[in-house]
Structures are given as structure tokens and as C-alpha cells.
């Protein structure tokens, strides 16, 4: 694995300094703003005007205000949390190292650990419920487990011939799904999961995330600011120009279908024309930035090193 930062290793390859104090958070409750500072939130999902986000020591933060406060959900000890995913607003999925796998039934207050195997270090980078049985897991060194009674019990499965690392899951709907990985690794899957294809690679460099824009395209980035695009899921690519070459990590489409990526040296890119330009943001900063979510009116949520900050979004012309 690549060392970028510190010395506690980001699921998707990248490593970070871990928690700054020698304190620990409070088993639950409101965490003040100076706690939250000294968060690694390495990722979040907004449901509503909740956000639910997870990372260092396996620590469960949530938020009912658009992320103006934030309280700790109660979870079992747990290592580092990589991925989060909700299917509605209830029930949702955390992984993380170890292979650990939590559930939730109640919109992230309360989880239970359904799943680990220490023994095998192989960290889990990202999950997906594809509906209310189905849920894939992949992860490091070709990790890829499924799940098909709502993440209850999982089964493992080897996708690659290889070992190398799969950083995410991309749900295209009606079967269609996509993986991105290290080196760029891409599979490629049109019946539900029940067989994956490697497809040719636009970049030899690992891509750790992926997002589906409004008109159906795929915008894949990763390594080096390196930023894809294919209007055919997956057949061609189409290089999009980024200024930055910092290493990409995180995005989001926005409830107006922009689209947001944040990596590191604090950088955040927004495009409004479906991922085929993008323009940076003004993030106040240069630590790293894992997950851009919605935030109020005009402004969006940057989870990394620090928890979380607000940054504007110039409006759209």
C-alpha cells in the first residue's frame, strides 16, 4: 500500500494521521466542535437532513442538522471504518479493517457487528445494498464478500484472478454494477453480480472512486488527479482535464446533480455539466478530504482529517 500521510492506513490505500489526542470519545452523546476536529472521517451519507459518516478507531458520528451538530452513535469496538452505505433510511451497512461488517435498522443510531475475520487482514474499502437481501463488500487484496439476507450472514468470493486491491462498487440499477481498483483494475458486471468481467483501463493507476452522473455516465478518478469518463458504461474512456494532480478520493452528486471530488492537499473539484469539466473549490486548507456531502442552502460538508468543514459552492450560471 502507498504512504502518502502519517501512519494509520485509509482503507483505499492511502494513510493519514490518526487521532490527534490522547482522550477518546464518550461511548455516546453530543460531541463538541473541538472533538470533532480531531476526527478522521473517511466516509458519510446524507439521509435527509441526517448524515451518518464513519472512520478512525471505528468511531460512528451522526448528524440531524445538516452537520451544524453531531453526537456519536452507539456501536461495538471496532478498528478503522472505510465505507458506509444506506439502503433507505434505516437500515444500512459499515466496513471497515479486519473485514468488519456492522449493521443498522435504525438510521445509524445503533449498530451490531455481523461480521469479521481479523485473521486474514484484509480490509473492507466499500459496500453496497443493492436492495433489501443483496449487499456486496469488497475490499483489499481482492476481498469481495456478498451478502443475501440483508447483510446478516456473508459468503466470500474470489472475482480476480489476482490480489489486487478493489476500492468501490458502483450500482449502475438493472443489474448493471461496476468495480474500481488498484492498478486500474475494472470489472464489470450486467446480471446482478452473479458473474464479473475485467474491462480494459483507461489508466494504469489505481482508481479509488466512482460516481454515476445525471445523464447515466460514469466518472471514475483516482491516483494523481486523474480523472475518466465514459458515456457507455465502461467500453471507451475519455480523459477530463484536472489542473491538480493531487490523488482524488472521494465523491458525491449533489441533490442538483453537480458532482463533487475531494483528495488530498485539501483539494475539492465541482463540475455542473455532467462530469465532462471540473472546477476547484476553495477549501481553506490542505488536509486531506475524503467524502464531500450536502450540506445547507449552498454549501457542502468536507469529512477527512479534522472531521468536518463547510465550504460555499458558487452558484450555478
Not at 452507539?74 to 471497515?96: E, N, W, Y
Not at 472475482?159 to 454494477?177: S, V
Not at 465514459?230 to 458532482?259: F, Y
Request: hydrophobic fraction near 40%; glycine fraction near 12%; proline fraction near 4%.
Amino acid at each position: 500500500m502507498r504512504r502518502i500521510l502519517g501512519a494509520a492506513a485509509i482503507g483505499c490505500g492511502i494513510f493519514f494521521s490518526a487521532w490527534a489526542g490522547s482522550d477518546v470519545l464518550p461511548d455516546s452523546g453530543p460531541l463538541g466542535a473541538n472533538t470533532m476536529q480531531r476526527l478522521l472521517l473517511l466516509d458519510a451519507q446524507r439521509l435527509g437532513s441526517r448524515i451518518v459518516a464513519v472512520g478512525d478507531r471505528g468511531y460512528i458520528v451522526a448528524s440531524d442538522d445538516r452537520g451544524a451538530t453531531w453526537h456519536r452513535a452507539k456501536a461495538p469496538a471496532a478498528p478503522m471504518l472505510t465505507g458506509i452505505d444506506f439502503l433507505d433510511s434505516q437500515h444500512g451497512i459499515a466496513v471497515g479493517h479486519d473485514s468488519v461488517i456492522l449493521l443498522t435498522a435504525d438510521g445509524g443510531e445503533n449498530w451490531t457487528l455481523q461480521f469479521s475475520a481479523p485473521k486474514e487482514q484484509r480490509p473492507l474499502l466499500d459496500v453496497r445494498m443493492i436492495d433489501k437481501d443483496f449487499a456486496i463488500a469488497v475490499g483489499a487484496y481482492g476481498a469481495y464478500y456478498e451478502s443475501h439476507d440483508g447483510g446478516k450472514t456473508w459468503a466470500a468470493r474470489k472475482i480476480i484472478a489476482d490480489d489486487k486491491h478493489l476500492n468501490c462498487i458502483l450500482d449502475l440499477g438493472e443489474g448493471r454494477m461496476m468495480i474500481f481498483g488498484e492498478a486500474g483494475t475494472i470489472l464489470t458486471t450486467v446480471d446482478g453480480g452473479k458473474t464479473w468481467t475485467p474491462q480494459q483501463s483507461p489508466y494504469k493507476g489505481s482508481l479509488f472512486n466512482a460516481l454515476v452522473a445525471a445523464d447515466g455516465a460514469v466518472v471514475a478518478f483516482g491516483m494523481r488527479g486523474n480523472i475518466y469518463r465514459s458515456a457507455d458504461h465502461g467500453k471507451t474512456w475519455q480523459q477530463v482535464d484536472n489542473a491538480s494532480s493531487a490523488t482524488l478520493i472521494g465523491g458525491e452528486k449533489l441533490p442538483d446533480n453537480s458532482l463533487v471530488l475531494t483528495g488530498a492537499a485539501g483539494t475539492a473539484l465541482v463540475s455542473r455539466d455532467d462530469g465532462k469539466s471540473f472546477q476547484p473549490i476553495e477549501t481553506q486548507g490542505t488536509r486531506t478530504l475524503t467524502k464531500p456531502i450536502a450540506g445547507s442552502d449552498a454549501t457542502i460538508l468536507l469529512m477527512g482529517e479534522g472531521g468536518s468543514r463547510e465550504a460555499t459552492l458558487a452558484p450555478r450560471k
